[in-house]
């Protein structure tokens, strides 16, 4: 497959994060030449921005489902009263419409890529697959049942799952230990231990409230990240969940170790979780920040252009301070700072790079005129300005048209299944 992008502003992202004026050749999954391109191409889109797929690096997908169901509730109370409820009721067909929904969500609000965690991983992997977004997906470890299985299966499941989709093109495995509040110290050394002995990633919770920072220290004397070290499960493959009430000393310890901090501003603001990821403190010392939506029940939006705006306001408005975090910062942590740490090769509209590209309409009047575009994407886009998406070289979304996917008879499944759930 080829497709040609024509006359546009091209946000690189490359070293000199320069912005260009001209073409964008795809041929494969490769992005073979930007400037003056004249050729033919299968697929031929005109006068756009056209930047690199955003990546979400922390979702929960099939709670899509429950998106609007518990709102205005204290995380504790959410949890246990509404969502555990009706989580314990999801089977494999809930999961696979709800991951539908999700992925639609993302595609049509340029997410080309993100890090799941949740139950029926398996489901979640081949809908992504079937869909063609990249999804690093996180089998979820917990220690009680789960709707999907009893939680004596959950690491010898887990091992199944990394040896089922290893190596896959588009879904990369993931062990998902959920947080140190909910697994016990056997329970995280059986994840270190399968993640170790097949070389994949790690995605756990991390410091998101201070009930849990509380909990931790009453039941084990330590803090949060302090037992993830404990037990060996911090490294330069493990992904850290919120953080948002980590010292100055975790700090240096995440950035030395190479791990990675996902921030999800909407949904700390929207659950009330009081703390705030350090973003400054973490760029100070050298480390990987990234950024996540948090699942559709908690956000309730997939939308990484709002989690951007999020990302540089909440900061600037705690710390009094309108330049501590830019709007070059906060796409950076969108864009090539996640793909840097997944190891993609992707993050950037540069030639060689993977072909996973974002459009925006040029045309829209929320980014006119057009003072500073990288000021524009993180502050007055939104995901309506998305036209068109392609993922590994394969045109995904075409003039905001999912090609090859029923989006109108999803859409019905969803509002039926939300009658069967919270019935």
């Known amino acids: ?18 912005i260009l004026k001209g073409d964008v050749y795809i041929e494969d999954d490769i992005i073979v030449e930007i400037g003056k391109v004249n050729t033919e191409a299968d697929f031929v889109i005109k006068n756009r921005i056209v930047i690199p797929g955003l990546i979400n690096m922390h979702t929960h997908l099939p709670m899509t489902l429950l998106r609007g169901y518990g709102d205005d509730l204290p995380l504790e109370e959410w949890l246990t009263t ?17 991951t539908k929904l999700a992925l639609i969500e993302m595609i049509s609000t340029g997410t080309t890529c993100c890090s799941d965690m949740y139950f029926f991983e398996d489901v979640i992997a081949r809908e992504a697959e079937k869909f063609g977004l990249r999804c690093y997906a996180g089998f979820s470890i917990i220690d009680f049942d789960t709707p999907e299985m009893k939680k004596e299966m959950l690491l010898p499941e887990c091992d199944n799952f990394i040896r089922r989709w290893k190596g896959n093109n588009m879904v990369v495995p993931v062990v998902a230990p959920h947080s140190t509040y909910t697994c016990s110290p056997e329970t995280l050394e059986g994840a270190k231990e399968i993640a170790n002995r097949h070389d994949v990633p790690i995605h756990i919770h991390c ?7 509380y909990d931790v220290m009453n039941r084990y004397s330590v803090r949060p990240l302090e037992q ?23 700090v240096r310890e995440i950035a030395s170790s190479g791990a990675c901090v996902v921030h999800n501003p909407v949904s700390n603001m929207k659950l009330a979780t009081g703390g705030y990821t350090p973003l400054p403190e973490l760029f100070d010392a050298g480390a990987v920040v990234t950024l996540g939506t948090d699942g559709a029940a908690s956000n309730n ?19 009094w301070d309108a330049s501590i975090v830019n709007a070059q910062q906060t796409l950076d942590m969108a864009t090539i700072n996640a793909a840097r740490f997944l190891g993609i090769n992707a993050g950037s509209i540069e030639e060689g790079k993977k072909a996973d590209v974002v459009c ?57 299944l939300k009658e069967e759930l919270v019935e």
């Open 1 to 18: 497959m080829s497709i040609l992008i024509k006359d546009s502003v091209i946000v690189t992202q490359d070293a000199e994060r320069r």
């Open 82 to 98: 509404r969502i555990w409820p009706v989580e314990a009721k999801l089977e494999e067909h809930h999961i696979s419409i709800g």
């Open 207 to 213: 410091s998101e409230t201070r009930t849990e920072i």
């Open 228 to 250: 993830i070290k404990k037990y060996e499960l911090l490294g330069e493959k493990t992904m850290l969940a919120h953080c948002g009430w980590i010292t100055k000393e975790e």
């Open 301 to 319: 939006k997939l939308d990484m252009f709002e989690t951007m705006k999020f990302a540089a306001l909440i900061h600037k408005h705690h710390r």
């Open 360 to 416: 925006l309409d040029m045309a829209s009047p929320n980014l006119l005129p057009r003072h500073n575009i990288i000021s524009h994407i993180v502050y007055a886009a939104s995901g309506f300005n998305v036209s068109d998406v392609v993922i590994d070289g394969r045109m995904i979304m075409k003039e905001r048209e999912i090609l090859n996917v029923d989006v109108e008879k999803i859409y019905e499944e969803v509002e039926r």
